[in-house]
């Protein structure tokens, strides 16, 4: 009797124990199936998007391509002060009648369409003057 | 629901991009009137717009891209109209306007009510949407 007595004291603060650590593994678990249940909601919202982005019409597709595209406003502000002076400048230097009896008569033909076509675009203006010059031996001022 | 969700989420990066687009207008001509490339300092903002332009993605009472000469040497008429022409010829710049909901083009000078307006739906063509 006395060693049961003995026996039942030794196993009662082991059984307060994994009580214990019975009730903090429930908390951590309850944590950890909270968390897997917002991962999978958040799973679920991203195949909605996706869903949907993949049901969206060809045009849907080019309007948001068109509400992303980068401008350059920097090139846009040169186009808008700079693009008639230097067509000015390329049409007169490029013209065909200037280089009738040239070897580059006929690829001179094509900068100058080339020039009028992009005549209110600054970079590309400055692209052509540049084969003008490197390619052509057209001088510029 | 998240239809409705995603929707809103939408609207406002178009809000977003739409004043984005405005500032960086800004910027750049305020950076080229300070650096002498350009003789009139250019401003963007948002007007009402004309009612007779508007398309299928026009915003209510924000139609409008207006272009104004705020200082500098006043705009003439063919200055008006050659920057108009240049925005107008930047084929990704007017789908992206009217993909932002505007639907008129508006180049105005300082003074008065000198100005030139021009549908922006008559020069683009996202996929064949609008004609």
Redesign the interface.
Known sequence: MHLLQIAIKDTMPQSNLIEKIDAHSINIWTYIAIVEFLIIILLVIYLFYLKRRQTVSKFEKEICEAKNTDIDMDDLMLSINKSRELYKELSRKCHPDKHINSEFQKEIEVLFQEITKNKRNFQELVKLKDIAINKYNIKMN | M??KI?EIIDWFG?MT?RFK?IR??N???K??FISG???TL?EAKITNGDSNYRHQ?SKFLGGGYRIKALSGRPLNRDEMI??G???L??K??V??L???GWDTLEVHDNSGFNGCKWPLKDYAN??G?LN
Do not use: V
């Open positions: 998240w239809y995603i178009e991009e687009l960086d207008f910027k750049a001509g950076n080229a490339i350009a003789p250019l993605f050659e920057i022409k240049i925005i010829e930047n990704e710049l789908r992206k009217i993909a932002l996202i996929g949407y």
